[in-house]
């Protein structure tokens, strides 16, 4: 079968999807790609249940959390490859060979340490003394990092959803890291037990009030490859309709004082209506069966 026939036959596949999303980007050592290929060094291709490879970056957006706003001003990558949607077009994730499925890319968060705690309003001595000296040494910025919160068989992709601009897209389900010396290195907003649940669409939102419909859209599209590959600019994924739990593990030993501290800062819990995702995406999905060729065919 000559390459030519075989890219054909895989160009007529429709390769709409996006995300989130976030990685590292090393390639693969097995792995000998070329051209548009190379992006997708660390994907499964090889995995006989792969039926895309998917490399999506988040380069813009925002997250409202609560009372807080966190643009996205650092890129994060979702890396890894899909199955045959089922019936509803719904598609099982598959982790990449290499580095994580989402990149941990911290945000900074506006107003930093003083937006999210008073140490004024601190009773415990001993924390509000290392509250105190936090400020004076002026370590008081303050970073917001999404993780997946479950295995990255627990993402579930919609490409015709994306296509379409309806339904949901990409079913994520994450936590949001507090980062910060004060906070210790366990402050998060959800957990793996109890994951925030983020339905992004490309199409229009019905979330609950406060919050009004939001629209995102599937992008500007374009084929490379002979067609194996597709690449999406703007594609923006938006949910304003999911809840966010309260904070916890936040100043380690003593998180049942600063929790709480932390949690009326930032308006946390926050229920359905009152958060935000706003994710602006460029994507690359590629055809598994063409990036496993193109392998072959570089020894």
């Not at 650092?74 to 990449?96: C, H, R, S, W």
């Not at 419909?213 to 597709?230: H, V, W």
């Not at 308006?267 to 060729?293: E, Q, Y």
């Amino acid at each position: 079968m000559t390459t030519q026939l075989s890219r054909g036959r895989v160009a007529c596949a429709a390769l709409l999807l996006v995300v989130f999303a976030v990685a590292g980007l090393a390639g693969s050592a097995s792995a000998k790609l070329t051209g548009n290929y190379t992006r997708f060094a660390n994907c499964p291709y090889k995995n006989p249940e792969a039926s895309k490879c998917i490399l999506a970056t988040t380069v813009g957006g925002e997250v409202v959390l609560g009372s807080k706003t966190v643009p996205i001003v650092n890129p994060a990558v979702l890396q890894g490859a899909y199955g045959e949607g089922d019936a509803e077009g719904n598609a099982k994730f598959i982790a990449p060979t290499s580095g994580p499925a989402l990149s941990k890319a911290p945000q900074p968060v506006p107003g930093g340490l003083a937006g999210l705690v008073n140490c004024k309003e601190i009773t415990n001595f001993i924390l509000k003394t290392s509250c105190e000296c936090t400020f004076e040494n002026g370590v008081t910025g303050v970073n917001a990092t999404l993780e997946l919160a479950r295995p990255a068989s627990e993402i579930v992709v919609n490409e015709n959803n994306l296509g379409g601009e309806i339904g949901t897209a990409l079913k994520l389900p994450v936590k949001i890291h507090l980062e910060n010396p004060f906070l210790g290195s366990s402050c998060y907003v959800g957990s793996s037990s109890s994951p925030i649940i983020w339905n992004l669409t490309s199409g229009t939102t019905n979330p609950p009030p406060p919050n009004k419909p939001i629209k995102g859209t599937a992008g500007e599209l374009e084929f490379l490859e002979g067609g194996s590959i597709l690449e999406t600019k703007g594609t923006t994924m938006v949910d304003n309709s999911w809840a966010a739990p309260g904070v916890n593990g936040c100043g380690g030993l003593l998180s049942l004082v600063l929790d709480p501290v932390v949690d009326v800062s930032a308006g946390l819990p926050a229920a359905a209506g009152k958060n935000t995702a706003v994710l602006v995406n460029d994507i690359f999905i590629g055809s598994a069966l063409a990036v496993r060729i193109n392998d072959e065919e570089n020894p």
